[in-house]
Structures are given as structure tokens and as C-alpha cells.
């Protein structure tokens, strides 16, 4: 498709977003009128903890962009902190029904960004614990802000990190600094996550980094899409058809752990311990 038309898609879908938006407004999309990229803002105040209602609308958005064949898209965040991970309120004392929808919804989050046709880039304008870091390591080049935090940490709340996002870290620095990292719940500082690959770039301010990011979008420019996105299902496809086949098991894992009592004891600790450092 000729870039003019693709642009004109764009804009249609950028009114859609922008009506979308103002109705539900947790997420924000505002698609480059130059480049055709998008730039999924996550607005969900005040550190876009993962809830349904904020992953419902991560997985509407994916769903517009890979319609209307985005050129690509930036994950970022509104505020100073890019994603705190999982709402830990959906696990705490969890209604079932919710909790069952609110995995699920996790789960196909992470199919579609994982395998998104178009190029993904996490702009990481502040701490990524848990689930935040999940969301960045689906995209294909994360950029970072200094005095950030970003990493699996969930053995230090006491539950487990499942196997996707054990495979996802995996994918991207290796077996060895995944089981190190995963073992001791390790938050990397941002100097930590690039000397180990777990980010790619560095950048001072949030908007140097969106241009870096529209940069590595623009990278692709002269490569055929359809080659693109087939080299990347052929580099992910293993991990992905892992993760489907066994998202039941997943899903009654996940019902089952968050229902014991020692689990519950750990994240109503950790709920207070949040609270009493805002206190202080
Ligand atoms: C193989 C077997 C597998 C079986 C499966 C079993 C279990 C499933 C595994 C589940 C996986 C979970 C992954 C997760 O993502 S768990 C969440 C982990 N997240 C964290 O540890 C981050 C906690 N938050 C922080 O460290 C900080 O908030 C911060 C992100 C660094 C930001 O700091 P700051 O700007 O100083 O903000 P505050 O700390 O003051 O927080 C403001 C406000 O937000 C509340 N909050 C923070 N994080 C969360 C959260 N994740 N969920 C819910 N609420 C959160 C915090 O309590 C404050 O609230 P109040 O204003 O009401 O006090």
C-alpha cells in the first residue's frame, strides 16, 4: 500500500483511537502523521498498574494497529513510572470470575504484542517491575531512561514468574542471566539492563527516546514487510505456540497459586509495605 493511502488508514484509525480514547481513556493512541507510527501511551494513573480494564484496552488497541496495518508502534507511559506490572488488587482476595478474565486478558496481551506484525519498541520512561518489564520484553527493542528499574522481581513478593515470561526474559539475555535473575527477583538499574542486554538503548529524556524509536522503526523501511514479520514469527513462533498450547494449564495454575493462603498472606504484606513507604 502507497505511503499516502496507508497515512489516510492511519488517520482514520487516530480518529477512532482518539473517540476510543476519550470514552475509556486509559490508553492513548496518537499515530506519527510523517511516518505512520503510533504511540500507545499507557495512562493509567498513578503507575499503570495492569488491571482488566487497563488490559482490555492494551489488547483493543493491538487489535486496531494490526487491522489497520500500523507501520509500528511506541509503548510508553504518562507518567514517571512506565508500568508497576499486575494490579496486585486483581490477586488480592480475588473475585474468580474476574481473576480468570483478568489472566486471560493478560495472556492475549501477550500474544499479540509478542507476535504483532508491525515493529515494537518500549519506551521505558521509568521503573518496570514485573509485569511492566513483561510488556517491554514482547517488543522488539526497548530504550530506557536512567535512574530506572526494570526486571522480573516477582519471588520477591513470593509468588512465581510463569513460564512465558521466564521464556520471554529468556529470549532476550540467555538461560544463565535469566535464572539468576528470576532465582533472586533482581530489579536491574538501567546501567545493569544494558550491559546485560535487557535493554538496547539509553537515552536521556522520554522525547530523545521517541525519536530513537521512530528511528529503529524507520530502520525497516527498505525491508519488505512481509519478510520482516516472517522472520520474526520464525525466530518467536516456538515460544508462542508453547504459550498457547498450554494456556489453560496456565490459566488454572495461575487460579490455583493465587488461592493459597501462604500467597495471599505475601501480597497482603506487600500491599502494606507499598502503602507504608508512601506514608513515610
Ligand atoms: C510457575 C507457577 C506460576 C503460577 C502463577 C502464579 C502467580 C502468578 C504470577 C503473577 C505475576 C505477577 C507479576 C506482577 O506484575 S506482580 C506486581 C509486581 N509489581 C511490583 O512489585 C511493583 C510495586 N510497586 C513499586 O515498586 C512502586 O510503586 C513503583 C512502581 C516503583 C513506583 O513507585 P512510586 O512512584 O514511589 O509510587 P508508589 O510506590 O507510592 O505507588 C503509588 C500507588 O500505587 C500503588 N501501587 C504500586 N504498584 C502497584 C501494583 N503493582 N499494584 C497495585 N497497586 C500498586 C501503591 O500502593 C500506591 O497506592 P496508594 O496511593 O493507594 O498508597
Redesign the pocket.
Known amino acids: 500500500m502507497a505511503l499516502s493511502q496507508h497515512l489516510s488508514k492511519s488517520r482514520q484509525f487516530l480518529a477512532i483511537a482518539r473517540n476510543y480514547s476519550a470514552a475509556a481513556s486509559l490508553v492513548n493512541v496518537e499515530v506519527n502523521d510523517k511516518s505512520g507510527v503510533a504511540v500507545v501511551t499507557l495512562q493509567r494513573p498513578?503507575?499503570n498498574?495492569?488491571n482488566l480494564e487497563l488490559l482490555t484496552e492494551i489488547k483493543q488497541t493491538l487489535t486496531g494497529l494490526e487491522k489497520n496495518k500500523s507501520r509500528g508502534a511506541i509503548i510508553t507511559s504518562a507518567f514517571?513510572?512506565f508500568s508497576?506490572?499486575?494490579?496486585?488488587?486483581e490477586?488480592y482476595k480475588p473475585n474468580p470470575d474476574r481473576a480468570k478474565e483478568f489472566w486471560t486478558t493478560l495472556q492475549d496481551v501477550w500474544i499479540s504484542l509478542y507476535s504483532a506484525q508491525f515493529p515494537t519498541v518500549a519506551l521505558i520512561n521509568g521503573?518496570a517491575?514485573?509485569?511492566?518489564c513483561l510488556l517491554s520484553l514482547c517488543c522488539e527493542y526497548r530504550i530506557m531512561v536512567p535512574k530506572a528499574v526494570i526486571g522480573l522481581?516477582?519471588t520477591?513478593?513470593g509468588?512465581?514468574?510463569?513460564?512465558w515470561?521466564a521464556a520471554s526474559m529468556e529470549n532476550v539475555i540467555g538461560k544463565r542471566q535469566t535464572e539468576l535473575a528470576l532465582t533472586t527477583g533482581k530489579l536491574f538499574t538501567t546501567d545493569e539492563a544494558l550491559k546485560v542486554g535487557l535493554i538496547d538503548e539509553v537515552v536521556q529524556t522520554k522525547e530523545e527516546g521517541l525519536e530513537k524509536a521512530q528511528g529503529f522503526i524507520g530502520s525497516f523501511a527498505r525491508i519488505s514487510p512481509f519478510a520482516r514479520s516472517l522472520s520474526k514469527q520464525t525466530v518467536r513462533g516456538g515460544t508462542i505456540r508453547s504459550m498457547v498450547k498450554g494456556r489453560e494449564a496456565d490459566l488454572q495454575?495461575?487460579l490455583a497459586?493465587?488461592q493459597q493462603d501462604q500467597v495471599q498472606k505475601g501480597l497482603g504484606l506487600y500491599?502494606e509495605a507499598?502503602?507504608k513507604?508512601?506514608a513515610a
Open positions: 498513578p503507575v498498574s495492569l514517571k513510572t508497576a506490572g499486575l494490579d496486585i488488587l490477586m521503573p517491575p514485573a509485569g511492566g522481581n516477582e520477591q513478593l509468588i512465581v514468574a510463569p513460564s515470561f495454575l495461575f497459586t493465587i500491599i507499598l502503602k513507604k508512601q
